[in-house]
């Protein structure tokens, strides 16, 4: 396929996706970025301190995760991901010590929590029937109106992952977008549910694979290249305002902006976007002595961390919808975490090992009902614009597997135009 050249802003996961799907079909693609380098919020760097490679937040994926599956399988890096054996989401609670692993079933049908084998220690059946209200959840539920009530799986089970998976409070939270992921995974079975991570880091698994499949396929990248305006009139971008040059655009050109929510607010000020974000506070402990034999994950309920990844001798710990947390020094939420990672790790008592606390205080847009509401479509009245990223109204949460989905939905939309045109 020939048509105009297709620049591609932002290369985020959204962005890469956008760029090797059509590089895949055989468009001409420039991919830019404003950092010096591509991944966005998923990416890895080697820490100093630490002397260690680590991620810039533990990512979570699940094995439905389709687009997930597919970007990595076309880039060459389907074996990247790692996991539990089984698709097992041990939890520990910091306040008693218990501790439970919730189990899909097999099937779609979850007969070991209807028969009671597979159910949450002290949960009734009667708590996991309320998944129905989910199901049926309205435009303005919250996850806590849909989900909470008398019992401990709410506290055990469905918070945590909540949370986790929407970086925002339950009480505010929209049902609405907790929905989809569960029917896509633990909806159908333990195949679909299998907790992923990746083994060596994000950037193996998702940048630097993607960043050679792209120069194979002869797209070009401009790091350090920051979008300051876009030249909108006649319906249509007419040229892109790098800080470095102006790019005039030719016709059949067409553009993907895959930015931040609040970069794209800043270059289409007429948008109405989704506005305010939370923050993802992650604490990453290299660990002295022995690794403790535990597994890759551990949820955490009663404390400040909510989950724990083991990677080789670094523990990493996750606190998401974590804006008041983020507001304080770092040497305190380092002491506090380690004392939580200790415990559910059964380490010995001893002083802080080499830590670093990174702080993303817009993680993710803020995934209420309202601002769900104001995710756009990736259509705009610019005749030659689309947009992607996981802010954009993908139906599904801020996540890797909706950013990719959006990035290949803003591709596809632009073949699709290229061979009507
Ligand atoms: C700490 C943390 C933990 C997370 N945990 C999980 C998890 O467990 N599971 C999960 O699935 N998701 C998780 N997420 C969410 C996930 O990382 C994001 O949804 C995803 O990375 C967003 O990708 P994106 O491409 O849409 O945006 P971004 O990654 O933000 O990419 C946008 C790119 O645009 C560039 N850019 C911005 N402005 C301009 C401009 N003017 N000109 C040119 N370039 C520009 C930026 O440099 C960036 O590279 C987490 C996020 C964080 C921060």
């Given amino acids: 396929m020939a048509g105009g050249r297709i620049h591609v802003i932002g290369a985020g996961v959204a962005g890469l996706a956008a760029a090797l799907r059509l590089a895949e079909r055989g468009c001409n693609v420039t991919l830019h970025d404003s950092a010096g380098h591509a991944g966005g919020r998923c990416r890895s760097y080697f820490d ?52 439970w692993t919730v189990t899909p079933d097999a099937g779609r049908v979850p007969w070991s929590i209807l028969f009671g084998s597979g159910r949450v220690p002290g949960t009734r059946l009667s708590e996991y ?109 007419r040229a892109l305002d790098f800080a470095g040059a102006t790019v005039v655009l030719e016709p059949g050109d067409q553009v993907v902006l895959a930015v931040p929510a609040w970069a794209a607010a800043d270059l289409l000020p007429d948008l109405n976007g989704p506005e305010g974000s939370h923050a993802i506070v992650n604490a990453h402990f290299r660990l002295t002595g022995p690794v403790p034999p535990a597994p890759p994950m551990v949820g955490l309920v009663g404390g400040t961390a909510q989950w724990v990844f083991l990677r080789g001798d670094v523990a990493s710990v996750t606190v998401s919808a974590a804006d008041d947390l983020a507001a304080e020094a770092n040497e305190t939420i380092a002491q506090r975490l380690w004392s939580e990672v200790r415990a559910a790790l059964g380490l010995a008592d001893g002083p802080l090992p080499l830590w670093r606390i990174v702080k993303e205080k817009r993680a993710t847009i803020s995934q209420t009902p309202a601002q769900d509401r104001r995710r756009p479509q990736p259509r705009t009245v610019w005749r030659n614009l689309v947009l992607a990223g996981d802010w954009t109204a993908t139906g599904l949460p801020a996540t890797i597997e909706g950013s990719i989905r959006s990035g290949f939905r803003a591709a596809d939309m632009v073949v699709t135009s290229v061979s009507s045109s």
């Fill in 48 to 99: 100093v301190h630490l002397d260690r490679r680590i991620d810039n937040g533990n990512h979570l994926m699940l094995s439905g995760n389709w687009a997930i599956r597919d970007y990595l399988q076309t880039v060459g890096a389907a074996d990247s991901l790692t996991g539990p054996e089984d698709a097992s989401f041990p939890f520990r609670d910091l306040r008693t010590g218990e501790t």
């Fill in 129 to 237: 029937l309320r998944v129905r209200h989910l199901a049926a959840a309205g435009p303005d539920a919250t996850v806590a109106e849909c989900l909470a009530g008398p019992g401990a799986l709410f506290e055990k089970f469905w918070e945590p992952l909540a949370v986790g998976v929407l970086n925002t409070s339950v009480d505010t939270a929209s049902a609405r977008l907790l929905w989809p992921v569960v029917k896509e995974t633990f909806g159908r079975g333990r195949a679909a549910c299998k907790p992923l991570m990746a083994r060596a880091g994000l950037s193996e698994s998702f940048v630097d694979p993607a960043l050679t499949y792209l120069a194979g396929k002869g797209a070009t990248v401009r790091f350090n290249n920051r979008l300051r305006a876009l030249d909108l009139g006649d319906g249509q971008v």
